[in-house]
């Protein structure tokens, strides 16, 4: 069924939406997804709260790395991982290991380069995934290890890591705080980390249109779509673990499927189908009524339908004395004030030159 429809990728599309059949369903749709962003705060709250099943997250990877077209679905992954390695590429370093965290099949490796590292550490809880593409290792150019981690239990030594990459895999941790912390602590001084998850907007068509199709056929909605972090809870969240020099970015990448049904097919063999521990199935009658909501409201006029993935890159390094610091609070010694005098001074003279020569230009008889 895919292969008659790949998916064409496109970044930073603008929003485009169907015409709405009814002035009810629009405000509907306003007031659903304000909900999706109080629900993203789940993902990021103080204390370690379970919103996972971590066990039912592996056992959907351990298939993902079975199904019979799992190499074919492998486009969204491979297309933000390559993204991640664009930033490492800002950092002029060669490192002689880089630990890949939730790697899955090795999205990653392929777009790391002998000038880059030497070596990189696959590390994922599922085997079968971790494993899944090892046939392909002589095409890489750098040498490749493996070994099953949990991401949420980190089995690095202090200051033993020269820099950590993960691509679209803490989106599934329960202490992502604590996640965070463990890779600070991992990381050697001046060591970076990089890492992308989705963000809140991710699949915000498919969100709605199940809430939608829920108020019509049950009377009320369950969360089906799994909570995620917004660009501040990153950046916060960052500072709490105790990592410097942060930066925060976030993309779009929208993906054309031929109904919303083939998009829920690809999610469900990339492995990122819902783990909630408080899910909840949906009837036929209700997806259906689902799918005609996604097409009528967000499909294209020759019936695709878009997908957003919003994804949220951050950086962050461990601290260390030769790193740049900010200097102390009121030790500048130009005022902000005396700019602004300055620069109207020098405006006053610029305007004051003009009108000379103006002036004293000679008229054409």
């Known amino acids: 069924m895919l292969a008659k429809a790949l998916p064409f990728l496109r970044t930073q599309p603008a929003l485009r939406t169907g015409p709405l059949h009814t002035a009810s369903l629009a405000w509907t749709i306003a007031a659903l997804r304000p909900s999706c962003r109080l629900m993203s705060s789940v993902a990021s709250a103080p204390s370690t709260q379970m919103v996972f099943d971590r066990s039912v997250k592996k056992l959907q990877r351990d298939r993902?790395?079975?199904?019979?077209?799992?190499?074919?679905?492998?486009?969204?992954?491979?297309e933000v991982a390559a993204r991640v390695v664009d930033r490492l590429l800002d950092i002029k370093r060669n490192y002689k290991s880089i630990v890949d965290l939730g790697s899955g099949a090795g999205h990653i490796v392929k777009h790391l380069e002998s000038d880059m590292t030497e070596e990189v550490i696959m590390t994922d809880m599922s085997e079968k995934l971790l494993y899944r593409d090892q046939d392909l290792d002589a095409e890489r150019e750098v040498t490749i290890k493996r070994q099953i981690v949990d991401e949420e239990l980190l089995p690095?030594?202090?200051n033993?890591?020269?820099?950590?990459?993960?691509?679209?895999?803490?989106?599934?941790?329960?202490?992502?705080?604590?996640?965070?912390?463990?890779?600070r602590r991992s990381l050697k001084p001046d060591s970076?980390?990089?890492?992308?998850?989705?963000?809140?907007d991710t699949l915000y068509e498919l969100r709605t249109s199940l809430q939608l199709a829920e108020i019509e056929r049950v009377g009320g909605i369950s969360p089906h779509v799994s909570p995620m972090a917004t660009v501040r809870d990153?950046?916060?969240?960052?500072?709490?673990?105790?990592?410097?020099?942060?930066?925060?970015?976030?993309?779009?990448?929208?993906?054309n499927y031929p109904s919303m049904f083939e998009l829920i097919e690809d999610l469900q063999t990339m492995g990122e189908s819902s783990a909630l521990l408080?899910?909840?199935?949906?009837?036929?009658?209700?997806?259906?009524?689902?799918?005609?909501?996604?097409?009528?409201?967000?499909?294209?006029?020759?019936?695709?339908?878009?997908?957003t993935f919003q994804v949220i890159y951050m950086i962050g390094w461990k601290e260390d004395p030769s790193q740049p610091k900010p200097l102390p609070r009121g030790s500048a010694e130009v005022s902000f004030k005396s700019l602004e005098t300055l620069g109207a001074s020098s405006c006053s003279k610029h305007s004051h030159a003009d009108k000379t020569s103006s002036g004293s230009g000679e008229q054409q008889p």
Do not use: M
């Open 156 to 158: 690095f030594e202090e």
């Open 160 to 183: 033993s890591v020269e820099c950590i990459l993960s691509s679209l895999s803490l989106h599934w941790v329960n202490d992502l705080p604590g996640s965070l912390i463990q890779i």
């Open 64 to 78: 993902s790395a079975v199904a019979k077209d799992a190499r074919t679905v492998d486009y969204l992954k491979d």
């Open 192 to 200: 970076v980390f990089i890492g992308a998850i989705f963000g809140e």
């Open 234 to 255: 990153i950046g916060s969240l960052l500072s709490r673990a105790g990592l410097v020099l942060t930066t925060v970015d976030i993309d779009e990448i929208v993906i």
């Open 278 to 307: 408080a899910r909840h199935h949906l009837g036929k009658d209700t997806l259906a009524a689902a799918s005609a909501i996604y097409r009528s409201v967000y499909g294209d006029q020759d019936g695709a339908v878009p997908a």
